[in-house]
């Protein structure tokens, strides 16, 4: 099992109770370009700390938000390629729906995958909901704009023999040709974020590394569906490296100290969906059953705990979030039997995606949390992790 260390490199000073939105609408004079700066580079220097205590890099972009000040994941993505030296650099992602250009997403991917010298995990979402407004796209056929976008990268970027001519429905290029060609052949690998049946179908017919995020327990039926998949198709069993489940991780030596940075983690889960109503719900961004699911649920994403609690995913109770699996919780040993657990019920992960800073967190604290995590817990995941699911 591999761990990625991710923060969302969130603005927190923006988070304060006369903001009824921290998305969209929230003006840009409450960020200050200076503050801003410092919380650019303690980030930039967790994630080398966490390249040289052996974990790999998780980057992630939204837009116009407190919550995530990397509106260009391609930026840190770059920096770290060139200042790292043997971590793998996920970005989860690019929402390519909401791009206008493709064309430019796989120049991006070639050249920091030749930067990093072959070290660039290629992962691309559909987009969050909130942002559909500032894409000057619709909600309406999102899912087609990402399997057209998709296709186009990936053909962008394995092509060879110069020029190609690309006329879909919703891009238009007379001449296609990527300079440079990627490190990796014919591309990097691929990640696509699902849990939809029809989402996840389409992931495992491509043989993709297949990551939910903050679904807790619930991510068994949707890694089983994969699993589902490929024997439909005949393909050989997927192997845990297919796998990937993102988590908020609070961990030190002493568990009340962990117990109390949970408490700060947590506000990542109370406030990352404070956002002014007309951006909940774009038309066509849900499909009628996941629509109907929101409803069933007041509007919340509620999840299962190991013990068949139902419990809202963002304003649950801390030890009901652990028994749901979303947070992991404690000291060191907590923390890795948590995992192992965890790995065990959702029938084997290649990959733990570790939201190791969030929210009020410090740097000196999201440091210890990486250093703990690879000295610790990160040894005993890749000796005991289950073995897969047949």
């Not at 391609?74 to 200042?83: E, K, N, S």
Request: glycine share 8%; proline share 7%.
């Amino acid at each position: 099992m591999r761990i990625y260390h991710f923060s969302e490199q969130p603005y927190p000073k923006a988070w304060v109770p006369e903001n009824k939105s921290i998305r969209i609408v929230i003006p840009n004079s409450q960020c200050d370009p200076k503050e801003l700066a410092t919380i650019y580079h303690e980030r930039l220097d967790e994630w080398l700390h966490a390249d040289e205590m052996g974990l790999d890099i998780m980057i992630n972009e939204h837009h116009a938000t407190a919550t995530c000040v990397c509106p260009v994941a391609a930026i840190p993505l770059a920096v770290l390629a060139r200042q790292t030296r043997r971590a793998r650099l996920l970005t989860l992602g690019y929402p390519i729906a909401n791009r206008l250009d493709p064309v430019r997403v796989a120049e991006e991917f070639a050249m920091i995958d030749v930067l990093s010298r072959g070290r660039l995990e290629m992962g691309l979402v559909r987009g969050i909901q909130y942002e559909i407004p500032l894409s000057i796209r619709s909600g309406v056929g999102q899912m087609d704009r990402f399997w057209e976008a998709h296709d186009l990268i990936i053909k962008a970027l394995s092509t060879r023999t110069g020029p190609f001519d690309w006329q879909g429905e919703h891009f238009q290029y007379p001449k296609v040709n990527v300079w440079p060609q990627p490190w990796q052949q014919p591309h990097p690998p691929v990640w696509i974020t699902g849990r939809s049946p029809q989402n996840v179908r389409e992931i495992a017919e491509r043989g993709y590394v297949l990551a939910t995020f903050l679904s807790g327990y619930d991510t068994r039926p949707v890694f089983d569906n994969y699993r589902k998949t490929c024997a439909e198709l005949g393909r050989p069993v997927p192997g845990r490296d297919r796998f990937a489940y993102l988590g908020i991780v609070a961990i030190a030596q002493d568990r009340r100290e962990a117990w109390r940075r949970a408490e700060i983690m947590s506000g990542y889960l109370r406030s990352s969906s404070i956002v002014a109503e007309p951006f909940n719900t774009p038309p066509g961004y849900f499909s009628v059953p996941d629509a109907a699911r929101m409803l069933k649920g007041a509007g919340r994403p509620m999840v299962t705990t190991k013990d068949g609690k139902k419990v809202d995913a963002f304003k649950g109770e801390l030890e009901d979030l652990v028994k749901a699996g979303i947070m992991f919780v404690g000291t060191p040993d907590d923390v890795t039997e948590q995992i192992l657990e965890f790995d065990d019920k959702v029938g084997g992960l290649g990959h733990f995606l570790m939201m190791g800073h969030a929210g009020h967190m410090t740097h000196k604290e999201a440091c210890d949390q990486i250093t703990l995590m690879a000295k610790e817990v990160m040894p005993r995941l890749r000796k005991q992790a289950a073995p897969q699911v047949a």
